[in-house]
């Protein structure tokens, strides 16, 4: 696509992109980074510059721990109504809907991913999440209790739970997602009456600023949401370090996840981790296969494999082996790569050059250890950081492709034989995210279900998710859930209490 081919921006997203140098928000005030440090925002697409951000320091994270520990514990917000967060976070989904078209558009051009995509699903989801969120404000509920204390059996007592807000969140997110992982943390902390300091990942940092200025404008006070840009070991790490912090909710890697959950342990503080994944298409013998290629297609390519439930091991019955790898291949070539902000596209850039290229040396790994290329299997292009959607057939369990998270446009496919074999094989890596099976045998697909050691089992479907529906890993990951109900409660303390009368 040339660049007179990119749709017009909207006014708002010009703006926005003319500061060039972005500031932070901290307690209110947009400020620039203590060191006076940048760091540079590019287009994935074409590799320019789309602006800096501040490199936050330490001192800096600081003064966003001081400033939400200050509205915490302001009256202004500690002792705002339920109903009054509601409005706030509903006002707020209003105004993600008011902006999705240049909301949209900042998340194209800093990740990559396509605009269409950007504006009805990624935003979509943030306003439906904020939604969600914010009738949950006014039903946190405890419960009272008759208590049986045997060795006082003259006194009579009254019992009670409370559920308090968990206090500080330090919340920090991966570049897959940017503005919908910030809202997953946002939602659920200020339904509850936390308050945030944000942490968006260095390669995506746009977004979550612009959603700052929605959540002044929203009429949140000072200090309730704060955004601090910059890296992880100089931004993440001291945020997850800090005394200040009561939470810490992070969706990223699964080994970053593991340094954030110890540096968590030394303060006690509670923790929530949405980690990577190696989930499974499993496609049962009655299952057409021009339906589960088409399925495993979207499985895997959707956010050019960005996704940490994407389906990138796919398990068909040999039966259909060989046709449904043949059919998913056509699918994979037949995909249009091209810039996020062309409509036509389907496949955008990976989001950065170290992502594609790591994304580039794991096709060579699977290659090494015998792997069959049935598609793709290289860079596409030679500006941006497209990589061609890549099919690896015959892959032995234990390879390193079909072990490891490869977060990019590339799906393992292998052939097996019976439904206890499918689910040992789909149970064997470290990880247990989400799980899809394609079959309209409801029997075989019931008692497939329970044998699969995931967060998420999908059927006939793959990467759906809803605001009500608790979203987490298994094993390694990741720790606690996102949305739902569930979500909730990992933003509360329960206090017990109780009174003799
Ligand atoms: P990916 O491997 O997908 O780039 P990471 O897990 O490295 O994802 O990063 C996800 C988020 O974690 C980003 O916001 C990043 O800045 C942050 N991060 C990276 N390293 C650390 C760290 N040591 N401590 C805290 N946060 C970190």
Redesign the pocket.
């Known amino acids: 696509m040339s660049n007179a081919d990119i749709p017009q921006l909207t006014q708002r997203t010009t703006d926005f992109l003319a500061r060039g140098k972005h500031a932070m928000l901290i307690g209110g005030q947009w400020v620039a980074s203590s060191s006076g440090q940048t760091l540079e925002v590019t287009n994935p697409a074409d590799e320019s510059l789309l602006g800096s951000v501040p490199a936050a320091t330490e001192g800096d994270v600081d003064s966003a721990v001081r400033a939400a520990r200050q509205a915490f514990e302001s009256p202004a917000w500690a002792k705002m109504r339920p109903d009054q967060r509601q409005r706030l976070l509903l006002r707020l989904a209003d105004l993600v809907e008011e902006h999705a078209r240049t909301l949209a558009e900042i998340e194209s051009l800093d990740n990559g991913k396509s605009v269409v995509i950007a504006e009805h699903v990624d935003v979509a989801l943030v306003a439906s999440y904020f939604r969600y969120m914010a009738g949950w404000a006014t039903k946190i509920e405890g419960s009272t209790l008759d208590v049986s204390i045997p060795f006082a059996p003259q006194n009579e007592f009254v019992g009670y739970t409370r559920k308090e807000p968990v206090g500080v969140v330090g919340a ?4 897959n997602f940017p503005l919908l992982l910030a809202a997953w943390k946002l939602g659920p902390a200020l339904a509850t009456g936390c308050t945030v300091v944000l ?4 390669q995506t940092p746009l977004s979550a600023l612009y959603l700052g200025q929605l959540i002044q404008e929203a009429g949140f006070p000072d200090g309730v949401v704060n955004v601090v840009t910059g ?3 100089s931004a ?2 001291p ?2 370090r800090h005394p200040g912090v009561n939470k810490l909710t ?1 969706t ?2 699964t ?2 996840g593991k ?2 959950g110890k540096a968590a342990m030394d303060n006690m503080t509670r923790i929530t981790l949405e980690l990577g994944g190696k989930s499974p298409v499993i496609v049962l013998e009655d299952c057409d296969p021009a339906v589960a290629a088409a399925g495993a297609s979207q499985a895997i390519y959707f956010n050019q494999g960005q996704v940490c439930c994407a389906g990138s091991r796919l398990y068909v019955h040999k039966k259909n082996f060989d046709r449904v790898v043949a059919d998913l291949a056509d699918h994979a070539k037949a995909l249009k790569i091209g810039h996020g902000m062309d409509p036509a596209t389907q496949l955008g850039p990976l989001v950065s050059r170290e992502q594609m290229d790591r994304v580039c040396s794991y096709i060579d790994i699977g290659r090494q250890q015998g792997a069959e290329v049935v598609a793709g299997g290289a860079r596409a292009g030679s500006l941006g950081y497209f990589v061609q959607p890549t099919v690896l057939a015959k892959v032995d369990q234990k390879a390193r492709v079909v072990q490891e998270e490869i ?1 990019g446009p590339v799906v393992v496919a292998m052939p097996y034989d019976d439904l206890d074999e499918v689910a040992a094989l789909a149970n064997d890596t470290p990880f247990g995210l989400g799980a899809s099976i394609w079959s309209n045998d409801l029997s075989r697909v019931h008692r497939l279900i329970p044998k699969i050691k995931s967060g998420t089992v999908w059927v006939n479907c793959h990467n759906m998710l809803d605001p009500a529906l608790p979203f987490g890993g298994y094993k390694q990951s990741g720790f606690g859930k996102e949305m739902g109900r569930a979500a909730l409660d990992a933003y509360l303390e329960q206090k017990s209490v109780l009174m003799m009368v």
């Open positions: 920090i997110v991966a570049w942490k968006p990942a260095e890296d992880g070991p993440g790490a945020l997850t992070f990223g890697s080994e970053i340094l954030i977060f």
